[in-house]
């Protein structure tokens, strides 16, 4: 089945730095790449996601890349902002189901 | 603006009990999940369900089962709770049959086993 790992595991940066999350994915038919974001105490909740027919996906601050050949997706935040932290998960579509990554906790300092 | 509720925010059961674990989701979507999220190890997947009375195994199945006897509502039941079990319990609902459609998380159990 799919398996997804997603680095690293914590990330701390400053304010307005950009950082970057990487995933990758084992099963080469998988074609949806969600990414989630959950603030402490909250619910994940759906930020951007891209399809296995796009090589890149962009939403203001974020975009997500995806390399089929290489199998790996990755999140990029610009501009980061003390409310961007929180933990990001990754996911890919295996047969019926989404595998999620182990997350990352995103530390935005001021 | 689709609404995931479930049951309680925290539980606390002992060693052995039958523990229920009910979610409700109010957008008619055909597929529903339960997963467990432990830190370190991320979202796994337990059961899902993309129809009523239908259920399939997730990643980390044992231990558990499901009913899903009403479309907007899946319950996870543990059957003879153990320590091991106690985790954050995570229910998500979706639209569509192919897996590619956003999924509504709702607010989480916090399950303590003693």
């Known amino acids: 089945g799919e398996n997804v790992e997603q680095h690293p595991s914590t990330l701390s940066v400053q304010e307005g730095d950009s950082a970057v999350i990487k995933c990758t994915y084992s099963d080469s038919a998988s074609n949806y790449f969600p990414w989630y974001k959950q603030e402490l105490g909250k619910r994940p909740q759906l930020i951007i996601d891209i399809r296995s027919n796009v090589g890149e996906k962009k939403d203001q601050r974020i975009a997500v890349t995806l390399n089929k050949t290489a199998k790996h997706f990755s999140l990029h935040i610009t501009e980061t902002q003390p409310e961007d932290s929180a933990v990001y998960f990754c996911a890919a579509k295996g047969f019926q189901k989404l595998v999620f990554g182990t997350g990352t906790r995103l530390l935005v300092s001021p | 603006d689709v609404k995931v509720t479930q049951s309680s925010r925290y539980l606390v059961k002992r060693t052995g009990e039958k523990v229920f674990l009910e979610c409700v989701q109010d957008m008619d979507h055909e597929n529903m999940f339960w997963y467990r999220q432990d830190p370190g190890l991320g979202l796994r997947l337990i059961y899902f369900?993309?129809?009523?009375?239908?259920?399939e195994k997730g990643d980390i199945p044992e231990g558990y089962s499901v009913s899903r006897e009403k479309k907007e509502r899946f319950s996870l039941i543990l059957e003879s709770a153990s320590t091991n079990q106690t985790s954050m319990y995570l229910c998500?609902?979706?639209?569509?049959?192919?897996?590619?459609?956003?999924?509504?998380f709702g607010p989480g159990t916090r399950l303590t086993v003693t």
């Open positions: 369900s993309y129809d009523v009375k239908m259920k």
């Open positions: 998500a609902s979706s639209l569509g049959a192919d897996g590619t459609y956003e999924q509504y």
